[in-house]
């Protein structure tokens, strides 16, 4: 996310902070039961229903600290859509925060390329080719315009970040 963020030409400050708060995008996920979290099918509409609710959880758990503001931000917008379709309140375009814009692109991206208890992940040029032409459940259209060309003209940076992070893992 700092590289997004930097690219975009956010203050130093700024990428600093998106840097340490984007790692609490799903904090709120604790409070979802971790049968759900790590069932090997497809959820109920109640379970997605349960699951959305942790971007309301994790700005719950971050707190209102002032100095956090860009943590709830994170945590509450990384699901909302350029175009109006995402939670939990169906923002779009410009209403979305910033931070929920980059986040949002660099969350598929992981989501994608990783693997879940239901999926294997995907690879690069096909998690690429999801997000740049869709693939019915991500659309080119849930992405801010900026960050989409970001990532259209930087992909390779982003998969060389996902790599490495993924070799610590392993």
Known sequence: MTRISRDLGRTHQEVEDMGI????HDIGKLKVPHNILSK???LTGDEFELVKRHTIWGAEIVGDAEWLAMARRVCLTHHEKWDGSGYP???SGQQIPWEGRVMALADIYDALRSNRSYKRGFSHEEAVRIILVGDGRTRPEHFAPEVLEWFRQNHEVMGSIFDRFRDREE
């Open 40 to 42: 090997p099918s497809g």
């Open 21 to 24: 708060f984007a790692r609490l």
């Open 89 to 91: 309140f169906g923002l």
